[in-house]
């Protein structure tokens, strides 16, 4: 069956840096459109960022866009967000996923168990 399993998040200091990871099975990773999104607290589904199925497109939100790089390997099925400059307001749930809408609220077919990650000082 499809899984996306995240790791890597944690508590970071303002300004500092985190690399999410996501390994894919039960589905042709390398033919789909991925997504990371996140959900603060109180808050809904948030879209971030979106890769093409071969990794030379790429797309974020205005809040992150600068900050944040979405990478890929399809040899091993895996999604990257490398977050660089991190802020308060990024504090959230982050979620792998595939069928997204790239609109601010999303919508997502299926997505992960999540990581937490934490901005503060």
């Known amino acids: 069956q499809v899984q996306l399993v995240e790791s890597g998040g944690g508590l970071v200091q303002p300004e500092g840096s985190l690399r999410l990871s996501c390994v894919a099975s039960?589905?042709?990773?390398?033919?789909?459109?991925m997504y990371w999104v996140r959900q603060a607290p109180g808050k809904g589904l948030e879209w971030v960022s979106s890769?093409?199925?071969?990794?030379?497109?790429?797309r974020y939100s205005d809040s992150v866009k600068g900050r944040f790089t979405i990478s890929r390997d399809n040899a091993k099925n895996m999604l990257y967000l490398h977050m660089n400059d991190l802020k308060s307001e990024d504090t959230a749930v982050y979620y792998c996923?595939?069928?997204?809408?790239?609109?601010?609220?999303?919508?997502?077919?299926?997505r992960g168990q999540g990581t937490q990650v934490t901005v503060s000082s």
């Open positions: 996923a595939k069928h997204c809408t790239e609109t601010p609220i999303t919508n997502c077919g299926f």
């Open positions: 890769i093409l199925p071969g990794g030379t497109m790429t």
């Open positions: 039960g589905f042709n990773f390398r033919n789909f459109w």
